[in-house]
């Protein structure tokens, strides 16, 4: 089973950045996609970002096209999320997700997600 654990959420003003990480157990990290959502309060759970399983195919939500970047290492089982000129409206917590499969990067093909961390951007 593999246990997904995020780091890397906190509190900076908007126009900054933060890289989140997410390390991943198990011996199947490189044969699955992995993928980005976040959770503002009151909010259901939006897709963010997706990387399938060698990092030849990604996808953005479009909210952050152009702002954010996933990448993953599959030496260290570490999946990346570059976040830049960061807006109040991306506060949310922020989860890591496995994929179902190693090339679907739809968000409804990933499970097993992490216990999330917390970005809070301020104005």
């Known amino acids: 089973q593999v246990q997904l654990v995020e780091s890397g959420g906190g509190l900076v003003q908007a126009g900054g950045s933060l890289r989140l990480s997410c390390a991943a157990s198990?011996?199947?990290?490189?044969?699955?996609?992995m993928g980005w959502f976040r959770q503002a309060p009151g909010k259901e759970r939006d897709f963010v970002a997706a990387?399938?399983?060698?990092?030849?195919?990604?996808d953005y939500a479009d909210s952050v096209k152009g702002r954010f970047t996933i990448s993953r290492d599959n030496n260290k089982n570490m999946v990346y999320l570059q976040m830049n000129s960061l807006k109040p409206e991306d506060t949310a917590i922020y989860y890591c997700?496995?994929?179902?499969?190693?090339?679907?990067?739809?968000?409804?093909?990933?499970?097993?997600w992490g216990q999330g961390t917390q970005v809070t951007v301020s104005s």
């Open positions: 990387i399938n399983w060698n990092g030849g195919s990604t």
């Open positions: 198990g011996r199947t990290f490189s044969s699955n996609a």
């Open positions: 997700a496995r994929g179902i499969t190693g090339s679907s990067i739809q968000p409804r093909h990933f499970t097993s």
